[in-house]
């Protein structure tokens, strides 16, 4: 008698709500590959999407995977130059590989990713469950990798739970550098003390920017003090202190050249206060946006009147990802102070809900065979 292996899987059904389900393992055609995930990381984006799902039907969360190659097909393994037991990153953009923005390792930006518009897309974490072979999600004992997944090899001598830090790190470098162009002698502005805010204050900690101010309230007390730990020079309780006259205190009454929202839902706040701290002329404003949809009394004229640019974050790109293995490889930095957490597949529910929680929470692995 045959038996068939299944695979244990967390499944949001509801919001708020995860229901265990076993998923038949999957075949694994040549072009293939099959994922043993090690870390799944847990961001802001999982908090809100747990609460408020996007769109009814049950998924197997997880975006920010890292795992070892558990099976590999033969045309996967002459493609991608990986084999079985390589450990890898894997990209939750699944891109067309056709269009212009994959070819230049956009796949952020590739129709097929964006989920709200294109629904017969894939995308780890967001895809529905119900779709076959289903295992479409790191909240699982394994993933399965379609022959278009966009993957990176974690460097030797990196941990499977320090590379799970690599999402908010390549965001880290795709916004601060890549987007709002820090580099040296920079005057940053980081709202928000998080993984996101971190991993950017790292960035720009190592892009050469000469002052580094970042923003919290009172729940970030521990978080704050991180951030000096990476690398801030000034941080800032906005419930203790008028930040604003604080930013200019330090800069000499200049501003900062590049304010960054990593708040995570903050809504207009940091947005307005970016505007205000921004140099006499020529900053770059980062925005996140999609929770403020609407922005009334909106000062336009001082963005006109600044000279300032505004840029969207959106995820991070082809190399942003490369660059975020390798600074977290380095031992620059001691990343033992953003993985604060881990849980087991079973605590799906509270591993999420830690995130969105107390301030010692910074970064949540979720490690499915703990
Ligand atoms: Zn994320
Ligand atoms: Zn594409």
């Known amino acids: 008698m045959s038996v068939v292996e299944k695979v244990n899987a967390a499944v949001r059904v509801a919001p708020q709500v995860t229901e265990f389900r076993e998923y038949d393992m999957p075949d694994i055609p040549p ?30 969360m997880g975006h920010e995977n890292i795992g070892y190659i558990a099976k590999a097909g033969k045309i996967f393994q002459e493609r991608r130059g990986l ?17 212009e923005w994959c070819h230049k390792g956009e796949y952020r930006l590739c129709m097929y990713t964006d989920w709200r518009r294109f629904p017969e897309g894939l995308r780890f974490g967001y895809t ?5 072979p289903h295992l479409f999600g790191g909240f699982a004992e394994y993933m399965y990798l379609p022959w278009n997944s966009v993957l990176h090899k974690v460097p030797d001598g990196l941990s499977a739970e320090h590379a799970g830090v690599v999402t908010p790190m390549a965001n880290g470098i795709q916004w601060a550098l890549f987007d709002c162009g820090v580099g040296y002698d920079s005057r940053v502005l980081i709202q928000g003390p998080g993984q996101q805010g971190l991993c950017n204050t790292i960035a720009s900690k190592t892009a050469g920017a000469s002052l580094i101010i970042v923003t919290g309230t009172s729940k970030d007390v521990k978080r704050l003090q991180v951030a000096k730990n990476l690398g801030a020079d000034v941080v800032i309780n906005v419930e203790e202190e008028d930040p604003l006259e604080k930013i200019m205190e330090v800069t000499g009454g200049e501003g900062v050249d590049v304010s960054l929202d990593c708040t995570a839902g903050a ?4 947005v307005l206060l970016g505007i205000e701290a921004m140099k006499r002329k020529g900053g770059t404003l980062q925005i996140q946006g999609e929770d403020v949809p609407d922005f009334p009394n909106f ?4 963005i006109g009147n600044k000279y300032i640019t505004v840029k969207a974050a959106r995820g991070h790109n082809y190399e942003s990802c490369e660059l975020a293995l390798k600074q977290l490889n380095s031992d620059r930095y001691d990343i033992g102070q953003i993985t604060t957490h881990k849980f087991g597949l079973k605590d799906t529910h509270d591993a999420i809900n830690a995130v969105g929680g107390s301030g010692d929470v910074i970064h949540v692995s979720m490690m499915p065979w703990a």
């Open 31 to 60: 072009e293939a590959a099959l994922l043993k995930v090690e870390v799944a990381g847990i961001c802001g984006t999982d908090v809100k999407f747990y609460s408020k799902p996007p769109f009814e039907g049950p998924v197997i």
């Open 83 to 99: 084999k079985e037991g390589d450990m890898v990153f894997a990209e939750h953009y699944v891109g067309c590989m056709d269009c």
């Open 299 to 302: 000062p336009l004229g001082k």
């Open 128 to 132: 529905l469950a119900e779709r076959a």
């Open 267 to 270: 809504g207009t706040i940091p």
